[in-house]
Structure formats: C-alpha cells, structure tokens
C-alpha cells in the first residue's frame, strides 16, 4: 500500500539522537536546569498520502519540519527520527510545565493547514515528554521514557503527556513490540482464528469473524488491543491488513465444500477505512483466491467512522459496489448521529458485547440493546448480537427480532483446522 516519505538528506537517526542527548547531559547547564525529551507524532501519514500524492505530502512534510525546526532555539536539538516522528532536545527547562509550554508551541507550529501544489492538509500532532534528572538520566531510558508518554498520548487522544511511573508498567510492556511485530508476519507468529456467527432463531451457521492473534514464542500471546495499536502508531497496520484480507479470503477457499458458502468478517481500523487503497486490497485479495465478494464482510466501528466521515463514507461506497458487505462494529458506544446513520452505507449493526452480556441483569443495557434492534430494523439493517454467552439471552434476543449472535455460549474463536470438526458437530447436535 502507500509508503511514507523517504527521510530528507542530512536527516538524523536514533543513534544521532542519543548522542545529542548525552551531549547535553554532560554540559553544566543540565546540572543546573535539566533537560527535555519530546518525541512528536504525525497522525494519518497514509491520509495524506493517498489524497495528496507522494511527491506533493513529501514536500507537505519537508514544510512541516521547518516549521517545527523553527520552535528549536540555539542550543537545542531537532531532527526527524523516522517517516513519522520528529525529536527535540531542549537544554535549560527548569520543570515539567516549562516542556509543556514547548509542547504547545510545537502543536501552535502545526495548526495551520500544510500545502503543496495548490493542495492543502491539516495535520495532528502527539507530543511524549520526558524529563532528566526527574524521569530518566541516561539517553536511553529518557528516549524510552518520552516514547512511553507519546504512546499514552496516541491512547488517550490527547495532544500532549509527559512521562508518568504509573503509566510505564502497563505501556513499557510493549517497548519491544515495535520490531518485533515486523518479524512477526515473516515468522508465521500472526495467525487468524474464525469465531462462528449463528442465525436466530434457527442457529444455523452463517459465518465467521477473522480474528488476528499474535503468540510469541519465548513470550506468549500478545493482545490483539496491544499490538493493533503498536501498528496503527508505527505505521505497520497496512502489511497486516493486507494479510488478514488475504489469509480470511484464502481461508474460505482451503475449508471443505461440504461446511457451504460460509461468510467471513474483517476487522479494519480507523486510518485503513479511510485509505481508498483499501478497495484494491480486498480486490486483488478475492481475485486471487476465487471467493465471491458477497462472501466478505468489511467491519468497522462506530468511532472510526467519525474520524473522517467524507473519505470513510466514499471507501466504504467503494467496498460495498465491490459486493462486499459492511458492518458497523461496536454499535451503540459511539457518537455517531441518526441523521450519519441513515448516511452510511452499511448493511450490519453489531451491538456492543458489554450491553448484550448484562442485558438481563441491567435494565438499561436491556433497553440499549432493544433500541440498536429496533433502529437496525427502522434502517433496513441487519442486526449482530455479540458477547452471547448463555441460552436464555439468545432466547430474549431472537424474541427481539435480532438476526445473528456470536458468543462463547456458541464458540470462542477457533484456529482453522479447528473450525470444519466444529462446524459439523452443531450441525449434528441440532439435528439430533
């Protein structure tokens, strides 16, 4: 898919960085005043280049280096560390809130629109922040400890964080996960399990949704939560993408002929959805392995779809006159409005799993779920009920009109070779 701007000439990598920092940690004035690190984000960089072209966003992000080398004062240290990230070193900050001035200078850089060829684009900033001697005092740890701050940051949606302890246990658990996440796909480390989507009432088997697992060898499995979020931040969501794709897609055609036309869902985030790239992907992916785009299912959640709700609608568009179907996932813990519902062309509604597995304890998540069934029937949309767990909230949501469940009271999600036995015991339970 799209590749990010090769680095200017004269750029600076990591090692230039660390030794800009123990430069600085050995002058005086580090004794005296201290030091920062902020390491700074550059959100959607797959955005701008699919809607600006490559030679136009390079030249919108050679703009945007000066603009935010121009922040820098004499003394301090500036550069780009990697296609997405930029880093400063700033000499004689006396605390925390005085980083936090540089940090809003930084964002202030970068509020008016880039341009280049007559094209213009906004762009958003993360910005971690680390200080010597109160967080870190060797290169290293201050380096790690501003990218642990970027990375809550990149979580939370907030412009700017500086490093705190309390974050670093839950966030440097995934320090490492960043290179080896790129050695995962080639190592076979990544795989897909199909959990099974039923029909109410009859639960006769429709589908499956593809789900990505991450099991490290020496270290055990990996969140799905974790590590998409790690490839969303460093630019590593498009390869596993096109991997999901491929390996859902081909998944259908090893199965035996004799489980049927069995549907498969797929996961996508919020910068793939906006990404029209997107649309050759999952055509070169059915083209290849000879399954019928109306097999396919393209999920994405209510939240994604807000965050550029032009382009997300035109990809989408673009997915479903493939034939490809489109679910909204997550359904109801969103913002999005009616009138951008009645918008969106979508053919699936998936309630939430926190409101379908309380539902018949908690009144209000009852009346949640009734409503998504209702407002799904109102829009001529089917309706996916996920985190069904036990009978009778099966029972109640078919006597709701709701078309599909998924759940643990039907399966967790099973590795392929697993799935073709499974699918053929319930037919046979439901017969006997």
Known sequence: MIKAAPLPAGSNGYADCLEAIRARLAAREAKLYGIAVLVVY???????????????????????RNRLSQVSKPGDYFARLGDRKFVYVLSNLRNEGHALLAANKILRASAEPISAGGQHANVRLSVGIAMYPGHARHPEALMQCAEIALLEAWKTSQPSVVYTARKADELVAGWDLETQLANALENGDLVMNYQPKLSLPKLEVVGVEALMRWNRPESGNVPPEIFIDVAEMTGQIDPLTRFAFHRALRQLGEWPKNLGPVGVAVNVTPSIICNPEIVDVIRNAAGLWSVDFGRLTVEVTENALMVDRERSHRVLTQIRELGARISIDDFGTG??????????????????????????????DLKIVEQIIALGRSFNLEVVAEGVETAEVALRLAGMGCNYAQGFHYARPLPPQEFPAWIQEWRRTRKS
Do not use: C, T, W
């Open 42 to 64: 550059v959100h959607h960089l797959e955005r701008l280049f699919a809607s600006a072209g490559h030679e136009n966003a390079g030249r919108m992000l050679d703009e945007l």
């Open 335 to 364: 913002y999005s409005s009616l009138s951008y519902l009645k918008q969106i062309p979508a053919d699936e509604l998936k309630i939430d799993k926190s409101f379908v597995m309380n539902m018949l304890a908690d009144e209000a």
